[in-house]
C-alpha cells in the first residue's frame, strides 16, 4: 500500500472549519484514501473515503486532487470533541499479487488536531 | 457499521502470565483483524484471524507469543502470552463485513504489565 505524509500537529478554532492535508504521491489507481480519529483512549473512528471524487457525509468532506497524490479532509464546523489523532491512510481495493494486503490498514503516525476555544 | 465490544476493557497483569482478550460482534464479518498500540504510538497490526483456519500473522509476530482463535464469523480471541512489560499496550479488534468494505475498529483492551 502506498504510504502518506500528514504534519504532525495543527491547530484549530473552534467553530471554524478545520482542513487536515495528506500526501499519497505513491497512490495507484485501485488504492482509496481512508480517514480514520481516535480520540484519546478510544478505538479509532471511521470518518471517510474516496478513490477520486469529492465525498461529503455528515460527518466531513473528502477533497481529492485531481491527480490523486493528495487530499484533504474538511470539518467544517470544528468542535472541542473533535480533538484528536487524525489518520490518512491509502489502502487497496483488490488483492495483490501474494494476496497478504488486501483489505488491511497500514496507519501512520497521523495529524493531532487540537481545537481550542 | 458493525458493534463491536473486547472483554476485558483493561487488564493489570504480573509478567510471565497469558491474558486472552474478546472480540464480539454483532453480526457476521469476512475479516478480524488484531492491533496492537504501544504508549504514544500509532497502530500497528498483529494478525489477521481466519475463520477455520490458522491466524495470518505480520512480521514481527508470531504463534507462540500471540495465539489466536476465531472459532465462527462473529467472536475472534487473542492471547499475549508470557507477557513482560513491554506488551503494556492498547490492543484493537477490527473488522470487515466483506473484503475491500470499511474497517470498523472495537473499543480496545489496555493491558498494563507489571
Known amino acids: 500500500d502506498a504510504k502518506t505524509t500528514q504534519p504532525p500537529s495543527m491547530d484549530c478554532a473552534e467553530g471554524r472549519a478545520a482542513n487536515l492535508p495528506c500526501n499519497h504521491s505513491t497512490i495507484s489507481g485501485n488504492e482509496y484514501v481512508y480517514w480514520y480519529r481516535q480520540i484519546h483512549s478510544q478505538g479509532p473512528q471511521y470518518i471517510i473515503h474516496?478513490?477520486?471524487n469529492n465525498e461529503t457525509n455528515e460527518m466531513a468532506s473528502l477533497i481529492i486532487t485531481e491527480d490523486r497524490k493528495s487530499s484533504t479532509l474538511i470539518l467544517p464546523h470544528a468542535t472541542l470533541r473533535d480533538t484528536a489523532v487524525y489518520y490518512c491512510?491509502?489502502?487497496?481495493?483488490?488483492?495483490?499479487?501474494?494476496?497478504?494486503?488486501?483489505?488491511?490498514?497500514?496507519f501512520g503516525q497521523g495529524t493531532i488536531l487540537t481545537v481550542h476555544p | 457499521s458493525a458493534v463491536i465490544s473486547q472483554k476485558p476493557s483493561r487488564d493489570i497483569c504480573q509478567r510471565g502470565t497469558s491474558l486472552t482478550i474478546q472480540c464480539q460482534v454483532d453480526s457476521q464479518v469476512t475479516m478480524m483483524f488484531w492491533y496492537r498500540q504501544q504508549p504514544g504510538q500509532s497502530l500497528t497490526l498483529i494478525a489477521t484471524a481466519n475463520q477455520g483456519s490458522e491466524a495470518t500473522y505480520e512480521s514481527g509476530f508470531v504463534i507462540d507469543k500471540f495465539p489466536i482463535s476465531r472459532p465462527n464469523l462473529t467472536f475472534s480471541t487473542l492471547t499475549v502470552s508470557n507477557m513482560s512489560p513491554e506488551d503494556s499496550s492498547i490492543y484493537l479488534c477490527?473488522?470487515?463485513?466483506?473484503?475491500?468494505?470499511?474497517?470498523?475498529f472495537g473499543p480496545g483492551t489496555r493491558l498494563l504489565v507489571l
Open positions: 477490527s473488522v470487515t463485513r466483506d473484503r475491500g468494505e470499511t474497517q470498523y
Open positions: 474516496g478513490l477520486k
Open positions: 491512510i491509502v489502502r487497496s481495493s483488490e488483492p495483490d499479487a501474494g494476496g497478504t494486503s488486501y483489505g488491511k490498514l497500514t
